[in-house]
């Protein structure tokens, strides 16, 4: 199993980045997937996650800046960040998990990629 995030970079307040997520080799014919973040010092947390079917949920602290979506033809899923605060810095990381439902807890998620970095400058 394998899993491609790409995107990260640096940005300033107020800006946009685009993150993407490519899975490989997941056994599931449908899976849950989702977006975590870390940032220095600070334990992971998560941001949003979809579901198969396209449900998805949102951090508060996120809700209203940051879409995912997920083509389930590429296994991709993406992370539209929009309006970034210095505060959203952080190496961002993209998970998998056997159900096809979404989850907001870190332990439910089976696979994980190597994360991106993403740096706001004030």
């Known amino acids: 199993v394998q899993l491609q995030a790409s995107g990260g970079g640096l940005v300033q307040d107020g800006g946009s980045l685009r993150l993407s997520c490519v899975a490989s080799?997941?056994?599931?014919?449908?899976?849950?997937t989702g977006w975590f973040r870390q940032a220095p010092g600070k334990e992971r947390e998560f941001v949003s996650a979809i579901s198969w079917s396209g449900g998805s949920i949102y951090s508060d602290s996120v809700k209203g800046r940051f879409t995912i979506s997920r083509d389930n033809a590429k296994n991709t899923m993406y992370l539209q960040m929009n309006s970034l605060k210095p505060e959203d810095t952080a190496v961002y990381y993209c998970?998998?998990?056997?159900?096809?439902?979404?989850?907001?807890?870190?332990?439910?998620?089976?696979?994980w990629g190597q994360g991106t970095l993403v740096t706001v400058s004030s």
């Open positions: 080799g997941i056994p599931s014919t449908s899976y849950g």
């Open positions: 998970a998998a998990r056997k159900s096809d439902s979404y989850y907001y807890s870190v332990s439910a998620y089976d696979y």
